[in-house]
């Protein structure tokens, strides 16, 4: 089973900040890597795909880069409502998701 | 717009059964795949299922082989889970999710507000 690491646990930003969230998978996953977003009490939101990719309607300040092992989650400038849960998740090989990333105030 | 409302949660004792389903509305049903990704309480994301657009292709995640059956009824707009023999570890809230594609590219693109199923004796 593929295992993707999430790091760090929690970032403590503020409003304004940039925030640069990392998945690492245990084996090569190629681009097939997407990004969901959890506020608590809700369903996850679809962010990015194809590990670049942006869904429909997220936001330009939302962008995801890397391939084979390595990816990350950047949000260049954080709004009030970006705090909360992100999780990556790979479809190359039983999908799995990471264990989570808290971005708070 | 894209909906999708689960049903049929509750608090069932271990050994027993449940059956949770999904209505869908705004977009054509029978033209996506669909799954049901489960989240424990205070835990991670886990796939549970998918089913392919004509329901002939259905795969599980190995925790819930042999007692997890996923179904869709297009004619309904609706996708059901099966759940048989649960146990504790079954305990989550369950989402039922959309695939962007007809043939699954097992991204989750949209979800419903999810069901809570609670295994205890």
Same mark, same amino acid.
């Given at each position: 089973?593929?295992?993707l690491?999430?790091? &760090?646990?929690? %970032?403590?930003?503020?409003?304004?900040? @940039? /925030?640069?969230?990392?998945?690492?998978?245990?084996?090569?996953? =190629? +681009?097939?890597?997407?990004?969901?977003?959890?506020?608590?009490?809700?369903? &996850?939101?679809? %962010?990015?795909?194809?590990?670049?990719? @942006? /869904?429909?309607?997220?936001?330009?300040?939302?962008?995801?880069? =890397? +391939?084979?092992?390595?990816?990350?989650?950047?949000?260049?400038?954080?709004? &009030?409502?970006?705090?909360?849960?992100?999780?990556?998740?790979?479809?190359?090989?039983?999908?799995?998701?990471?264990?989570?990333?808290?971005?708070?105030? | 717009?894209?909906?999708l409302?689960?049903?049929g949660?509750?608090?069932?004792?271990?050994?027993?059964?449940l059956?949770?389903?999904?209505?869908?509305?705004?977009?054509i049903?029978?033209?996506?795949?669909?799954?049901?990704?489960?989240?424990?309480?205070?835990?991670?994301?886990?796939?549970?299922?998918?089913?392919?657009?004509?329901?002939?292709?259905?795969?599980?995640?190995?925790?819930?082989?042999?007692?997890?059956?996923?179904?869709?009824?297009?004619?309904?707009?609706?996708?059901?889970?099966?759940?048989?023999?649960?146990?504790?570890?079954?305990?989550?809230?369950?989402?039922?999710?959309?695939?962007?594609?007809?043939?699954?590219?097992?991204?989750?693109?949209?979800?419903?507000?999810?069901?809570?199923?609670?295994?205890?004796?």
């Amino acid at each position: 089973e593929i295992v993707l690491t999430q790091s &760090p646990a929690t %970032l403590s930003l503020s409003p304004g900040q @940039r /925030a640069a969230l990392s998945c690492r998978a245990s084996q090569s996953i =190629g +681009s097939y890597l997407a990004w969901y977003q959890q506020k608590p009490g809700q369903a &996850p939101r679809l %962010l990015i795909y194809d590990a670049s990719i @942006r /869904a429909t309607g997220i936001p330009a300040r939302f962008s995801g880069r =890397g +391939s084979g092992t390595d990816f990350t989650l950047t949000i260049t400038s954080l709004e &009030p409502e970006d705090f909360a849960v992100y999780y990556c998740q790979q479809r190359s090989d039983r999908r799995t998701f990471g264990q989570g990333t808290k971005v708070e105030i | 717009q894209v909906r999708l409302v689960e049903s049929g949660g509750g608090v069932v004792q271990p050994g027993r059964s449940l059956r949770l389903s999904c209505s869908a509305s705004g977009f054509i049903f029978s033209n996506f795949a669909m799954h049901w990704v489960r989240q424990a309480p205070g835990k991670g994301l886990d796939w549970v299922a998918v089913i392919s657009v004509d329901g002939s292709t259905k795969y599980n995640t190995d925790s819930v082989k042999g007692r997890f059956t996923i179904s869709r009824d297009d004619s309904k707009n609706t996708t059901s889970l099966q759940m048989n023999s649960l146990t504790t570890d079954d305990t989550a809230v369950y989402f039922c999710a959309r695939d962007p594609r007809r043939i699954a590219r097992f991204y989750f693109e949209n979800w419903g507000q999810g069901a809570l199923v609670t295994v205890s004796s």
